[in-house]
């Protein structure tokens, strides 16, 4: 088990609706970061946090946003659903920089 | 701008075959790589990294600057070996990581 959950595994929401994705870290891993992977590609990096605060930011839209909170665990929000958000999200964290990244399953977001 | 290439989205080798997985990256700077696997119905895990240069699982990569590449590589393919590969780059302050568009490696008895 590597400690990295994400609930819910799967989810279907309607275009215009919000989302919130959840992800419990591994104890003392104060990074988190959360990756978007679209069927057939890898994963593009959407925002990372350190000690509950971003500290880094992809190529995404301010109506994707995080919050990290003491207990390890992070959220993913995402506002205003369009059919491209279909995909599978990925949290990782990191005891420290330089470190491999553990990854959790992911969830697997459908908009319809 | 910083960038990995995975050429081949598919290699089919047969069982005790060697095994090559290309990637290329773009990067201003001295970059730190990885090689992440994914099994079936498993999450993605780190299989190496470039600055441990370990063995894993019979599978090595070597890091060359000249050519900017990370091919990871094993003599003798196994069935088990079958899974999604992707390689990734380490990428500014924040160590953010950007990944190729993966190769599947399948592997033939």
């Known amino acids: 088990e590597t400690g990295v959950t994400q609930s819910p595994t799967h989810l279907i929401k309607t275009r215009g609706q919000q989302v919130t994705l959840r992800c419990s870290s591994q104890?003392?891993?104060?990074?988190v970061s959360w990756y978007q992977q679209a069927l057939g590609q890898g994963p593009q990096f959407i925002f990372q946090y350190y000690r509950e605060e971003e500290n880094g930011r992809g190529n995404f839209p301010p109506r994707f946003s995080g919050l990290q909170f003491p207990n390890y665990s992070s959220e993913l929000n995402v506002n205003a659903l369009e059919l491209d958000d279909s995909a599978l999200y990925l949290c990782?964290?990191?005891?420290?920089?330089?470190?491999?990244?553990?990854f959790g399953s992911g969830t697997r977001l459908t908009v319809v | 701008a910083q960038r990995v290439t995975q050429p081949e989205k598919l290699l089919s080798v047969f069982k005790g075959a060697p095994v090559e997985l290309k990637c290329n990256y773009s990067y201003s700077g001295s970059p730190e790589l990885f090689w992440y696997v994914q099994y079936s119905r498993q999450r993605l895990q780190l299989l190496l990294r470039?600055?441990s240069r370990e063995s894993i699982k019979g599978f090595t990569a070597d890091l060359n600057k000249g050519e900017t590449s990370f091919h990871l590589k094993k003599p003798f393919a196994q069935e088990e070996d079958s899974a999604m590969y992707y390689c990734?780059?380490?990428?500014?302050?924040?160590?953010?990581?950007?990944f190729g568009a993966g190769t599947r490696l399948a592997v033939h008895p």
């Open positions: 990782a964290s990191s005891f420290r920089d330089g470190d491999g990244y553990t």
């Open positions: 990734a780059l380490v990428s500014g302050g924040y160590n953010k990581l950007i």
């Open positions: 104890s003392g891993h104060n990074t």
């Open positions: 470039h600055i």
